[in-house]
C-alpha cells in the first residue's frame, strides 16, 4: 500500500519520545485555547470545524491535507497522522503507532482470510472490540499520533494468485459485506447489531479500503499503479461494490480509501461519481476518504490522466477525496490554487471532513483521561481475554480438508511423532502480514512437542521457497515414527503486497519432498497448508498416503496452539472454505481480466463459486468436521413470490427474453420488508463429537442465462450441536436482496422463475411469479 520509503518510519521512530501523555486539542488548563469556540463542546461538530477553519491560513489549511499533519502551534491544535494499520491487529505497519514505551506488543489474531473461515459475524466483531479496546489503549498510553485505522480490506478475492487475497475475507461479496460490519461496528465502539454510538463519538475509526475494483498489485509487468480495470456494469453491481455499500450503510464506517487503479478510464481517487454522487450522495457516507499511498502522484505521473501535478490535485479534492497519504498536496496544492485550478472552498470541503473525525474521535475536547474511553490502560492490551479470542479464532477458522480412515484426530497415546517441513517451526509465519509484535508467539512444533515428548523435526527445505530440499534426511525422519505431520504452503515471501503469485502450486520442490515422506512414512500423514491464498494440491488430496490435510491460513500468535489441539482432538474443526481453490492451469486465464460471468463461446469459465464453471480443487464453503452433520428444512414461511408485490409501481417489467421482473433499488422499502420470510433449518450432529460449524444457506436457480449466478449465498451462522443432540437456526430470507442479480445495465432486478434453497445436500424450492 506504499511507495513511500521505510527510511522515513524508521526516523519517525527515533524522534518520537516516549510518552505517557496523549495528544490533544482544546486543553482546559490552557488558557490561550480554552476560549475558542471550536473548544465548547457546547456547540455542535459542525459550528466547531467551522470556527477552527475560519481561524487558518491557506498554508495551514493546505498542510492539513497529508497524512502527516503538522501541529498548529498558536492554536494548540497538535500533530496528527492518519495513517494507522489495524488490519488483525493494532499494528505498526503504519506511521502512527509505537510499541515503545509500557505497551509491547498487541493481540494478533488469524489473518483475516481465516477468520472469515470461520463464517461467525459475533466472532468478527468481538475481534474488532478487541482491536478497539488495544488501539485506544495505545493511543492513551501516549503511543499513539493517530486514532484512525485504514482497514478492514474487503474487496473481492477475485483471482487466486492476488498477493492480497490473504487479507480479504474472501471472494463472496455477501460475506466481505458482513465482515465489514461487524469489524467496524467492534473497532469504532457500536454494539453488535449498529446503532451504539452516542452523539457519533468514535473508540478508533475504522476505514474501508480500497475502493473500487482492486485486486491486482504486480503481474507480468502490470502493475497496481498504472493499472485500468475495465469492469461491466453487471459486474460492479453484484461483485465489487456491495461491500463497500455495506460497510458505509450500515456498519457506519468513518473512513473510505480510494484505490491506486482507474476502473474503466478514470483513477478511484479523482473519481467524482465514485467518491461523491454514489459513497456520499446515494450510500449516505460521512465520513473521511483518503487515498491510498502516493495515490495522487501517480494520477499526473504514471496514469497521465491529469496534464499537470495542480491537475492532479484539483482533481482529487474536487471528486471528494480528503487526505493524501503521501505529500503530493502537501507540495502541489498552492499551486493549483494560484493558478485557480482550485478554489479554497474546495480545500475547505476536505479540512471540514477531516477535523470533524478527529472531533469524533474526542481529539479536541481536552484531556482524554477524563472522556470516554479514558480509563481504557495498558491492561486492556494482551489480556488475557483477547488471547483466548485469538486462540478461539483459529480454532473456528481452521478448515478440515480431507481425513481419510478417520486418521484425525491422532491419539495422545502415539509413541513418536514426526514434524517436518519449512513452516513447522517458524511463529512469525503464522502471523501474516500488516501484523505488529504479537503478545506471544508459539511455532506448531513447540505446540506439538506438549502432546508427544518423543518428537523429532526435520526443516525439509532450506526456505519455504523450497529452493532446495534434504528429501533423503527428512524421509529417514519420517520411516522412524509412528506419524508424520508435514507443515508445507507458503509465505510473504511467496505471497504479500505489491507480489502476486506466478501459479498456483507449491513452491519449489515442496511436492516432491511431500511424496516422498507420505510414501515411505509407516502410516498415511498429516498435511498441514499454511498459505493465504489457494494452493493446486490435488495430488495430496489423491495420494492414499496422505490421510488428513488442513487449511490453516496464517493463523495468528496462538495458531500452532490451535492447530496442535486440532490435530490430537482437543477441539473438532468447522472452518469452511471463503475461497475458491482452483486448478493450477487456472493461471491461463489473465489476471488484468476483470470479468465474473463465463463466456462459453471463448471458454473463460468465470470466477468464484457464483459464475466459475470449471473444475475445482476444493469448492468454497467446504469443510469437514471430526463428526458427521445432517441438515433438514424444518420450515419454510414462504413457498411463493409475487412480483408485483415487491414492485414499487405494483406491476412488471418484461426484459427482452420475455421474462417478467421488477426493479429493485431499496431492499428497505415497506413491500420488501412485507416480503421477507424465515427459514429454518434443524442440524442433526450424528457423530461421536460435539462441534461448533458453519451452516450455510444458499440460493440456486436453474436459469443462469444473462449471466445470472449458478448460486449464492443467503446466509450463515456458526453453531454449536452435541453429539447425538440437534439444534435449529433460523435464516430471515429477504427475497429483494437474496434473490436479486444484476441485469447488464447494472440494475438488480428480481425476475420470475423458480429459486431453490439450499443447505447441505437438501433444496426447498421457492416460486417467483408475476
Given at each position: 500500500?506504499?511507495?513511500?520509503?521505510?527510511?522515513?518510519?524508521?526516523?519517525?521512530?527515533?524522534?518520537?519520545?516516549?510518552?505517557?501523555?496523549?495528544?490533544f486539542?482544546?486543553?482546559?488548563?490552557?488558557?490561550?485555547?480554552?476560549?475558542?469556540?471550536?473548544?465548547?463542546?457546547?456547540?455542535?461538530?459542525?459550528?466547531?470545524?467551522k470556527?477552527?477553519?475560519?481561524?487558518?491560513?491557506?498554508?495551514?489549511?493546505?498542510?492539513?491535507?497529508?497524512?502527516?499533519?503538522?501541529?498548529?502551534?498558536?492554536?494548540?491544535?497538535?500533530?496528527?497522522?492518519?495513517?494507522?494499520?489495524?488490519?488483525?491487529?493494532v499494528?505498526?505497519?503504519?506511521?502512527?503507532?509505537?510499541?515503545?514505551?509500557?505497551?509491547?506488543?498487541?493481540?494478533?489474531?488469524?489473518?483475516?482470510?481465516?477468520?472469515?473461515?470461520?463464517?461467525?459475524?459475533?466472532?468478527?466483531?468481538?475481534?474488532?472490540?478487541?482491536?478497539?479496546?488495544?488501539?485506544?489503549?495505545?493511543?492513551?498510553?501516549?503511543?499513539?499520533?493517530?486514532?484512525?485505522?485504514?482497514a478492514?480490506?474487503?474487496?473481492?478475492f477475485?483471482?487466486?494468485?492476488?498477493?492480497?487475497?490473504?487479507?480479504?475475507?474472501?471472494?463472496?461479496?455477501?460475506?466481505?459485506?458482513?465482515?465489514?460490519?461487524?469489524?467496524?461496528?467492534?473497532?469504532?465502539?457500536?454494539?453488535?447489531?449498529?446503532?451504539?454510538?452516542?452523539?457519533?463519538?468514535?473508540?478508533?475509526?475504522?476505514?474501508c479500503?480500497?475502493f473500487?475494483?482492486?485486486?491486482?498489485?504486480?503481474?507480468?509487468?502490470?502493475?497496481?499503479?498504472?493499472y485500468?480495470?475495465?469492469?461491466t456494469?453487471?459486474?460492479?453491481?453484484?461483485?465489487?461494490?456491495?461491500?463497500?455499500?455495506?460497510?458505509?450503510?450500515?456498519?457506519?464506517?468513518s473512513?473510505?480509501?480510494?484505490?491506486?487503479?482507474?476502473?474503466?478510464?478514470?483513477?478511484?481517487?479523482?473519481?467524482?461519481?465514485?467518491l461523491?454522487?454514489?459513497?456520499?450522495?446515494?450510500?449516505?457516507?460521512?465520513?473521511?476518504?483518503?487515498?491510498?499511498?502516493?495515490?495522487?502522484?501517480?494520477?499526473?505521473?504514471?496514469?497521465?490522466?491529469?496534464?499537470?501535478?495542480e491537475?492532479a490535485?484539483?482533481?482529487?479534492?474536487?471528486?471528494?477525496?480528503?487526505?493524501?497519504?503521501?505529500?503530493?498536496?502537501?507540495?502541489?496544492?498552492?499551486?493549483?490554487?494560484?493558478?485557480?485550478?482550485?478554489?479554497?472552498?474546495d480545500?475547505?470541503?476536505?479540512?471540514?471532513?477531516?477535523?470533524?473525525?478527529?472531533?469524533?474521535?474526542?481529539?479536541?475536547?481536552?484531556?482524554p483521561?477524563?472522556?470516554?474511553?479514558?480509563?481504557?490502560?495498558?491492561?486492556?492490551?494482551?489480556?488475557?481475554?483477547?488471547?483466548?479470542?485469538?486462540?478461539?479464532?483459529?480454532?473456528?477458522?481452521?478448515?478440515?480438508?480431507?481425513?481419510?480412515?478417520?486418521?484425525?484426530?491422532?491419539?495422545?497415546?502415539?509413541?513418536?511423532?514426526?514434524?517436518?517441513?519449512?513452516?513447522?517451526?517458524?511463529?512469525?509465519?503464522?502471523?501474516?502480514?500488516?501484523?505488529?509484535?504479537?503478545?506471544k508467539?508459539?511455532?506448531?512444533?513447540?505446540?506439538?512437542?506438549?502432546?508427544?515428548?518423543?518428537?523429532?523435526?526435520?526443516?525439509?527445505?532450506?526456505?519455504?521457497?523450497?529452493?532446495s530440499?534434504?528429501?533423503?534426511?527428512?524421509?529417514?525422519?519420517?520411516?522412524?515414527?509412528?506419524?508424520?505431520?508435514?507443515?508445507?504452503?507458503?509465505?510473504?515471501?511467496?505471497?504479500?503486497?505489491?507480489?502476486?503469485?506466478?501459479?498456483?502450486?507449491?513452491?519449489?520442490q515442496?511436492?516432491?519432498?511431500?511424496?516422498?515422506?507420505?510414501?515411505?512414512?509407516?502410516?498415511?500423514?498429516?498435511?498441514?497448508?499454511?498459505?493465504?491464498?489457494?494452493?493446486?494440491?490435488?495430488?495430496?488430496?489423491?495420494?492414499?498416503?496422505?490421510?488428513?490435510?488442513?487449511?490453516?491460513?496464517?493463523?495468528?500468535e496462538?495458531?500452532g496452539?490451535a492447530?496442535?489441539?486440532?490435530?490430537?482432538?482437543?477441539?473438532?474443526?468447522?472452518?469452511?472454505?471463503?475461497?475458491?481453490?482452483?486448478p493450477?492451469?487456472?493461471?491461463?486465464?489473465?489476471?488484468t481480466?476483470?470479468?465474473m460471468?463465463?463466456?462459453?463461446?471463448?471458454?473463460?469459465?468465470?470466477?468464484?463459486?457464483?459464475?466459475?464453471?470449471?473444475?475445482?480443487?476444493?469448492?468454497?464453503g467446504y469443510?469437514?468436521?471430526?463428526?458427521?452433520?445432517?441438515?433438514?428444512?424444518?420450515?419454510?414461511?414462504?413457498?411463493?413470490?409475487?412480483?408485483?408485490?415487491?414492485?414499487?409501481?405494483?406491476?412488471?417489467?418484461?426484459?427482452?427474453?420475455?421474462?417478467?421482473?421488477?426493479s429493485?433499488?431499496?431492499?428497505?422499502?415497506?413491500?420488501?420488508?412485507?416480503?421477507?420470510?424465515?427459514?429454518?433449518?434443524?442440524?442433526?450432529?450424528?457423530?461421536?463429537?460435539?462441534?461448533?460449524?458453519?451452516?450455510?444457506?444458499?440460493?440456486?436457480?436453474?436459469?443462469?442465462?444473462?449471466?445470472?449466478?449458478?448460486?449464492?449465498?443467503?446466509?450463515?451462522?456458526?453453531?454449536?450441536?452435541?453429539?447425538?443432540?440437534?439444534?435449529?437456526?433460523?435464516?430471515?430470507?429477504?427475497?429483494?436482496e437474496?434473490?436479486?442479480?444484476a441485469?447488464?445495465e447494472?440494475?438488480?432486478?428480481?425476475?420470475?422463475?423458480?429459486?431453490?434453497?439450499?443447505?447441505?445436500?437438501?433444496?426447498?424450492?421457492?416460486?417467483v411469479?408475476?
Amino acid at each position: 500500500m506504499r511507495l513511500c520509503i521505510l527510511l522515513c518510519l524508521t526516523l519517525t521512530t527515533l524522534l518520537l519520545t516516549e510518552s505517557t501523555q496523549p495528544p490533544f486539542a482544546c486543553d482546559s488548563s490552557n488558557p490561550a485555547t480554552k476560549s475558542y469556540p471550536f473548544c465548547k463542546l457546547t456547540l455542535p461538530i459542525p459550528a466547531r470545524v467551522k470556527d477552527l477553519l475560519s481561524r487558518l491560513t491557506l498554508d495551514e489549511k493546505i498542510l492539513q491535507l497529508v497524512n502527516t499533519a503538522p501541529a498548529i502551534p498558536r492554536l494548540g491544535v497538535p500533530a496528527y497522522e492518519w495513517w494507522s494499520e489495524a488490519l488483525h491487529g493494532v499494528s505498526n505497519s503504519g506511521y502512527g503507532i509505537f510499541f515503545n514505551g509500557t505497551i509491547k506488543a498487541a493481540t494478533s489474531f488469524p489473518q483475516v482470510i481465516l477468520t472469515a473461515a470461520s463464517f461467525d459475524a459475533r466472532l468478527w466483531y468481538q475481534i474488532g472490540q478487541a482491536i478497539g479496546l488495544e488501539a485506544r489503549a495505545v493511543y492513551n498510553q501516549g503511543q499513539a499520533h493517530g486514532m484512525t485505522f485504514w482497514a478492514p480490506n474487503i474487496n473481492v478475492f477475485r483471482d487466486p494468485r492476488w498477493g492480497r487475497g490473504q487479507e480479504t475475507p474472501g471472494e463472496d461479496p455477501l460475506v466481505s459485506g458482513k465482515y465489514a460490519i461487524s469489524y467496524v461496528r467492534g473497532v469504532q465502539g457500536d454494539t453488535f447489531q449498529g446503532g451504539g454510538i452516542k452523539d457519533g463519538h468514535l473508540q478508533a475509526s475504522a476505514c474501508c479500503k480500497h475502493f473500487t475494483a482492486y485486486d491486482l498489485d504486480h503481474w507480468e509487468g502490470v502493475s497496481r499503479f498504472g493499472y485500468d480495470a475495465k469492469v461491466t456494469k453487471q459486474d460492479l453491481a453484484d461483485t465489487y461494490q456491495p461491500p463497500f455499500q455495506s460497510c458505509i450503510q450500515h456498519a457506519q464506517a468513518s473512513g473510505i480509501m480510494c484505490a491506486y487503479n482507474r476502473v474503466n478510464g478514470v483513477p478511484n481517487c479523482a473519481d467524482h461519481n465514485l467518491l461523491t454522487n454514489i459513497a456520499r450522495n446515494q450510500w449516505g457516507f460521512q465520513g473521511y476518504i483518503t487515498s491510498d499511498c502516493d495515490a495522487v502522484s501517480i494520477i499526473y505521473d504514471v496514469h497521465k490522466f491529469a496534464k499537470t501535478p495542480e491537475d492532479a490535485v484539483a482533481e482529487v479534492l474536487k471528486a471528494g477525496m480528503d487526505v493524501n497519504c503521501g505529500s503530493y498536496l502537501k507540495d502541489h496544492t498552492k499551486s493549483a490554487v494560484q493558478k485557480k485550478k482550485l478554489l479554497e472552498s474546495d480545500i475547505d470541503r476536505a479540512l471540514s471532513n477531516l477535523f470533524t473525525m478527529r472531533m469524533r474521535l474526542g481529539l479536541f475536547n481536552g484531556n482524554p483521561n477524563s472522556l470516554p474511553y479514558g480509563s481504557i490502560g495498558p491492561n486492556q492490551v494482551c489480556s488475557k481475554a483477547h488471547q483466548d479470542l485469538a486462540l478461539e479464532a483459529a480454532r473456528t477458522g481452521i478448515v478440515l480438508l480431507k481425513n481419510s480412515a478417520k486418521l484425525l484426530p491422532l491419539k495422545k497415546t502415539i509413541s513418536s511423532l514426526a514434524v517436518i517441513g519449512p513452516n513447522a517451526n517458524s511463529a512469525y509465519t503464522l502471523i501474516g502480514n500488516y501484523a505488529g509484535p504479537p503478545c506471544k508467539s508459539v511455532e506448531p512444533l513447540k505446540a506439538l512437542q506438549s502432546y508427544v515428548k518423543n518428537t523429532q523435526y526435520h526443516k525439509g527445505c532450506n526456505f519455504v521457497n523450497c529452493s532446495s530440499a534434504s528429501i533423503n534426511e527428512a524421509v529417514e525422519v519420517a520411516k522412524n515414527a509412528d506419524y508424520v505431520v508435514l507443515f508445507m504452503g507458503l509465505d510473504q515471501g511467496e505471497e504479500r503486497e505489491d507480489f502476486d503469485r506466478m501459479d498456483l502450486v507449491l513452491p519449489g520442490q515442496q511436492q516432491a519432498l511431500i511424496s516422498a515422506v507420505a510414501k515411505a512414512a509407516k502410516k498415511p500423514v498429516v498435511l498441514v497448508m499454511i498459505c493465504g491464498g489457494p494452493v493446486d494440491i490435488s495430488f495430496a488430496k489423491r495420494d492414499p498416503k496422505i490421510g488428513g490435510i488442513l487449511w490453516g491460513g496464517y493463523p495468528g500468535e496462538s495458531g500452532g496452539i490451535a492447530l496442535a489441539e486440532i490435530i490430537f482432538g482437543d477441539h473438532n474443526p468447522g472452518g469452511r472454505l471463503p475461497m475458491t481453490w482452483y486448478p493450477k492451469d487456472f493461471v491461463k486465464i489473465p489476471m488484468t481480466d476483470m470479468r465474473m460471468r463465463p463466456e462459453p463461446s471463448s471458454g473463460y469459465p468465470g470466477r468464484t463459486y457464483r459464475f466459475y464453471t470449471g473444475r475445482k480443487v476444493y469448492r468454497f464453503g467446504y469443510g469437514l468436521s471430526y463428526t458427521k452433520y445432517s441438515y433438514q428444512f424444518a420450515s419454510v414461511t414462504q413457498t411463493k413470490l409475487f412480483l408485483t408485490r415487491i414492485s414499487s409501481t405494483g406491476s412488471t417489467l418484461e426484459n427482452s427474453d420475455s421474462v417478467h421482473y421488477v426493479s429493485v433499488t431499496d431492499v428497505e422499502s415497506e413491500s420488501c420488508q412485507n416480503a421477507k420470510f424465515s427459514a429454518t433449518v434443524e442440524v442433526e450432529n450424528r457423530g461421536e463429537m460435539d462441534g461448533k460449524h458453519a451452516v450455510l444457506l444458499f440460493v440456486k436457480q436453474n436459469d443462469v442465462a444473462n449471466g445470472k449466478p449458478m448460486k449464492q449465498l443467503v446466509g450463515f451462522e456458526s453453531v454449536k450441536t452435541k453429539s447425538g443432540e440437534r439444534s435449529e437456526v433460523e435464516f430471515v430470507v429477504s427475497p429483494c436482496e437474496h434473490f436479486r442479480t444484476a441485469n447488464e445495465e447494472g440494475l438488480m432486478v428480481v425476475e420470475e422463475g423458480t429459486r431453490y434453497l439450499s443447505v447441505g445436500d437438501q433444496q426447498y424450492p421457492i416460486s417467483v411469479l408475476r
